[in-house]
T-cell receptor, first 116, second 112 residues
Framework: DTEVTQTPKHLVMGMTNKKSLKCEQH?????MYWYKQKAKKPPELMFV???????INESVPSRFSPECPNSSLLNLHLHALQPEDSALYLC???????????????FGPGTRLTVL | DAKTTQPNSMESNEEEPVHLPCNHS???????IHWYRQLPSQGPEYVIH???SNVNNRMASLAIAEDRKSSTLILHRATLRDAAVYYC?????????????FGKGTMLLVSP
């Protein structure tokens, strides 16, 4: 199974709502990532978890709160978002995160978020 | 991360070879050259990577210049399914982090 799943596929929320995005992988990967992709732009890294610990936060506003409850799951909690946060949110996983060489990242299909 | 430069877009006809160029003149000795692609409405997917030697896999070939300042992704016979944005990314083997920094990429259009 080389699949990363993301739910929901689409999400519409108001600026006062609280919602969560979910990502799951069963490849035994110990690194998981959140990326944000605005329309017609490349993906931008938001957060990296390595062995369930947050290792990189790319200066993301606190209205985005990541959580890694176990090695297979990654959540992104959303609160008080702005319309400019509307984007495709991509989750990825890889075998590892640090060290020599490289680790291919496997991406999910993304959650398309619209903030009204 | 060292930077890459790619054409904004390229066009191809189905069943013809496609050569997608990437310039990376500031590449360091420990940078791997990676290619990912993103099909419409999907997340990116890994295509191929290399360090110094040319590489082949079931999806594509990667030709790396002798001075490593440029590389070319080769799709041997383009299909409509290959229409995507192709990203050339440098990853430092010694950086301690295996994150991806995406550039603008090349949008490949394939005509029947």
């Amino acid at each position: 199974d080389t699949e990363v799943t993301q739910t929901p596929k689409h999400l519409v929320m108001g600026m006062t709502n609280k919602k969560s995005l979910k990502c799951e992988q069963h490849m035994g990967h110990r690194a998981m990532y959140w990326y944000k992709q605005k329309a017609k732009k490349p993906p931008e890294l938001m957060f990296v978890y390595s062995y369930e610990k947050l290792s990189i936060n790319e200066s993301v506003p606190s209205r985005f709160s990541p959580e890694c409850p176990n090695s297979s799951l990654l959540n992104l909690h959303l609160h008080a978002l702005q319309p400019e946060d509307s984007a495709l949110y991509l989750c990825a996983s890889s075998q590892g995160h640090s060290g020599t060489g490289y680790y291919e990242q496997f991406f999910g299909p993304g959650t398309r978020l619209t903030v009204l | 991360d060292a930077k890459t430069t790619q054409p904004n877009s390229m066009e191809s006809n189905e069943e013809e070879p496609v050569h997608l160029p990437c310039n990376h003149s500031t590449i360091s000795g420990t940078d791997y050259i990676h290619w990912y692609r993103q099909l419409p409405s999907q997340g990116p997917e890994y295509v191929i990577h290399g360090l110094t030697s040319n590489v082949n896999n079931r999806m594509a070939s990667l030709a790396i210049a002798e001075d490593r300042k440029s590389s070319t992704l080769i799709l041997h016979r383009a299909t409509l399914r290959d229409a995507a944005v192709y990203y050339c990314i440098l990853r430092d083997a010694n950086s301690g982090y295996s994150t991806l920094t995406f550039g603008k990429g090349t949008m490949l259009l394939v005509s029947p």
